[in-house]
């Protein structure tokens, strides 16, 4: 199985600062999948951003983007203009495609507060 | 619309009983999981499905079993629950390798 590691338990940010999330990940395949999952206290999971091994650029999505390194399997989360909506748990997901599954191997997630 | 849909949300029940959490997807996926979050919040894939068969079945004990009668549902049947059980079931589904899974809302379930 496939290892991915949040290294940050709880981070706290202040409304409208920017808050980076780290993940590192462990594997020897070239090809792969990278995913932030948002965890809001509805208990819903809900994909933020995704990234493909295989592309040097770096995703955004409005105010969520990555600083992807593939070298240092490294895959963090930068989260601008912080709003309370965006208290979460934060998780991290790995999926390696050429298992012929499209499981998630996820790490142990980032409690996110927005202080007012 | 409710892409990927869990019922019951909530469900308690006694150790030794058993029990049954369905699933439905209306997003023509291909793909169909089930992930168990335990109470330090890790996820885990436990099963995945894909056109009716079983894809991967990780070290989960057999009181588990999927049960998959097309490919837009895809239950989870719990034997004989123990104490240990008691987390919250997550389904999921995907289109193609690569792309992201939808996930239900989660089902919390209580083993007393």
């Known amino acids: 199985a496939q290892t991915v590691t949040q290294s940050q338990p709880e981070m706290s940010v202040q409304e409208a600062e920017t808050v980076t999330l780290s993940c590192t990940y462990d594997?020897?395949?070239?090809?792969?999948?990278l995913f932030w999952y948002k965890q809001p206290p509805s208990r819903q999971m809900i994909l933020v951003i995704r990234?493909?091994?295989?592309?040097?650029q770096n995703a955004t999505e409005n105010r969520f983007s990555v600083n992807f390194q593939k070298a240092a399997k490294s895959f963090s989360l930068k989260i601008s203009d912080s709003q309370l909506g965006d208290t979460a748990m934060y998780f991290c997901?790995?999926?390696?495609?050429?298992?012929?599954?499209?499981?998630?191997?996820f790490g142990t997630g980032t409690r996110l507060t927005v202080i007012p | 619309d409710t892409a990927v849909s869990q019922t019951p949300k909530y469900l308690v029940t006694q150790m030794g009983n058993d029990k049954s959490i369905k699933c439905e997807q209306n997003?023509?996926?291909?793909?169909m999981y089930w992930y168990k979050q335990d109470s330090k919040k890790f996820l885990k894939i436990m099963f995945s499905?894909?056109?009716?068969?079983?894809?991967i079945n990780e070290t989960v004990p057999n009181r588990f079993s999927p049960k998959s009668p097309d490919k837009a549902h895809l239950n989870l049947h719990i034997n004989s629950l123990e104490l240990g059980d008691s987390a919250v079931y997550f389904c999921?589904?995907?289109?193609?390798?690569?792309?992201?899974?939808?996930f239900g809302q989660g089902t919390r379930l209580t083993v007393v």
């Open positions: 999921a589904s995907s289109h193609n390798r690569g792309t992201e899974a939808f």
């Open positions: 594997t020897s395949e070239n090809n792969y999948y």
């Open positions: 990234q493909e091994a295989y592309k040097q």
């Open positions: 997901a790995f999926m390696n495609p050429q298992t012929g599954a499209n499981n998630l191997f």
């Open positions: 997003l023509g996926h291909d793909t």
């Open positions: 499905y894909n056109n009716k068969e079983l894809i």
